[in-house]
């Protein structure tokens, strides 16, 4: 059974910064698009960044220059940096595993990242 788990959600001050980790197990990790998504109440999932197993990185507007997506294919994880983080980051992140040129995806469980005075 495929299992993504994140780590490092939490809360911090606003300006602050946070990483969240999500380790994948049973799969083929360099085969899938690795990505973050967050949830916030009363609104739909939305992207914050992707990374494909070469590399190339793809963020949301929003999170552009702020955030920093990155992938280690040896050790199964990827990682996201938060930096600068305001109140309109507060969310439940997801981690996503997309099989490239495939419709098949995975879900973790989600982390929650508050960002409050």
């Known amino acids: 059974q495929v299992q993504l788990v994140e780590s490092g959600g939490g809360l911090?001050?606003?300006?602050?910064?946070?990483?969240?980790?999500?380790?994948?197990?049973?799969?083929?990790?360099?085969?899938?698009?690795?990505?973050?998504?967050?949830?916030?109440?009363?609104?739909?999932?939305?992207l914050v960044a992707d990374i494909t197993s070469g590399g190339r990185t793809n963020y949301a507007v929003s999170v552009k220059g702020r955030f920093t997506i990155s992938r280690d294919n040896t050790k199964n994880t990827v990682l996201l940096q938060m930096n600068s983080l305001n109140p309109e980051d507060t969310s439940v992140y997801y981690c996503n595993a997309n099989l490239q040129s495939s419709t098949l995806r995975y879900w973790g469980q989600g982390t929650q990242v508050t960002v409050s005075s």
């Not at 602050?16 to 083929?28: D, F, K, N, T």
Request: proline content about 6%.
């Open 12 to 46: 911090v001050q606003p300006g602050g910064s946070l990483r969240l980790s999500c380790a994948a197990s049973r799969i083929i990790f360099s085969d899938y698009t690795m990505g973050w998504y967050r949830q916030a109440p009363g609104k739909q999932r939305e």
